[in-house]
């Protein structure tokens, strides 16, 4: 039993895999479960209104002297026509998770290496992500009236993260990183690996793109967000890709030989 055991996860965790099996439960469920926690985890770190003001307020004053303080002037551009909210409100919203778990989908039963690489990069970022949530808590700008910002998804759309539904799952202090715009620059990536399809490359890259202009139209981000959220991103990447090219063959590589040795053993004659 211990040898079919060993066998069927060597099999079931090889990276051109297509076909389904019971393994692959398994791994849905534990893909959903990290990331409740994660939700779960970031929503718990919400208790530090001042810190999260005065670092809020410190950024803004570094992007201000660096010239980099595009936030409300988008921000504006965005609130003078109806059809920009609604769609900044919609690519933050739909275009980030919503958009991620469709497309995740579809590689789990099509692309199994390029789905367990976004997999891995987008938790691993996750990660990263909750330790600066919890040390270096940053309000968004929309909690900085004084800039004249609007919280354009609270004020102009039903789909709100402060919706009391939300509440459990949402942390309003964890404005750094900006994971929107990390996990759309790991989704570019990736799809860029996965498919040499000009459609599907431009489309990514679009999302991309309308993403870090949400992110600070939407006074949800600053640009430092987003930068941060792009640097840590693709540093989880690296690790990810590590896992891919060495962590995982070697843990293939012990399932095989130990399902190898316990069969050998099973099929030696016993002595009379």
């Not at 208790?47 to 410190?58: I, M």
């Not at 609007?150 to 900006?178: G, H, R």
């Not at 309308?210 to 693709?234: K, P, R, W």
């Amino acid at each position: 039993m211990q040898a079919r055991i060993y066998r069927y996860i060597h099999q079931a965790t090889s990276p051109t895999r297509r076909s389904v099996s019971w393994f692959d439960l398994v791994e849905i469920l534990l893909v959903a479960l990290g990331f409740l926690l994660y939700f779960v985890v970031r929503g718990g770190v919400v208790d530090r209104t001042g810190e999260a003001l005065a670092n809020a307020r410190a950024i803004i004053d570094a992007q201000k002297a660096a010239g980099l303080l595009f936030e409300p002037a988008l921000n504006s551009w965005a609130l003078a026509e109806a059809w920009r909210v609604n769609f900044f409100n919609f690519v933050y919203f739909w275009m980030d998770f919503p958009l991620i778990v469709g497309i995740g989908l579809f590689m789990f039963f099509k692309a199994r290496f390029h789905y367990t690489l976004l997999r891995d990069a987008l938790l691993i970022s996750g990660g990263f992500a909750l330790v600066v949530y919890y040390t270096f808590p940053v309000a968004p700008p929309r909690y900085l009236p004084e800039w004249g910002f609007v919280d354009t998804i609270e004020q102009f759309s039903n789909l709100s993260y402060q919706a009391s539904s939300m509440k459990p799952f949402v942390n309003p202090f964890a404005a750094v990183p900006s994971l929107h715009v990390g996990w759309s620059v790991l989704l570019a990536f990736v799809l860029f690996m996965a498919t040499p399809n000009w459609i599907v490359r431009g489309g990514v890259l679009f999302v991309l793109v309308a993403q870090v202009v949400a992110v600070m139209a939407t006074a949800n981000h600053y640009f430092f967000d987003a930068l941060i959220g792009t640097l840590m991103s693709l540093v989880a990447l690296m690790v990810a890709m590590w896992l891919q090219s060495a962590g995982y063959p070697r843990i293939r590589a012990f399932f095989g030989r130990r399902a190898a040795e316990l069969e050998a053993r099973q099929a030696r004659p016993t002595a009379a």
